[in-house]
């Protein structure tokens, strides 16, 4: 499984960012999707995840800020960040799990959130 994430940039503290994850087409199912982040000298932590039914989690640090959605007939995930804050600046990266098994990773889109 092949995973194109876009949709990051430089924006202003407050402002918002859509982000996208399109997985390509294959034979298995995918169950969970997500994304994580991964700022300067930190380790790569969970932003948010979806399961196929559309259940969603969220870090702390991001609840009532971030949506995460997906659509299931095109592959694809999304994450909706509003308010952004200077410490949610990182690499953010989406990932996937098959119905079989397995995680797969994108390869992670900056965003620069300015104070």
């Known amino acids: 499984v092949q995973l194109q994430a876009s949709g990051g940039g430089l924006v202003q503290a407050g402002g918002s960012l859509r982000l996208s994850c399109v997985a390509s087409r294959n034979r298995f199912r995918i169950n969970d999707m997500g994304w994580y982040r991964q700022a300067p000298e930190k380790e790569r932590e969970l932003v948010a995840q979806?399961?196929?039914?559309?259940?969603?989690t969220y870090a702390d640090s991001v609840k009532d800020r971030f949506t995460i959605s997906r659509d299931n007939t095109k592959n694809t995930v999304y994450l909706q960040m509003d308010s952004l804050k200077p410490e949610d600046t990182g690499v953010y990266y989406c990932a996937a799990t098959l119905e079989i098994g397995g995680r797969y990773w994108g390869r992670g889109t900056q965003v620069t959130v300015s104070s």
């Open positions: 979806i399961t196929i039914s559309n259940i969603a």
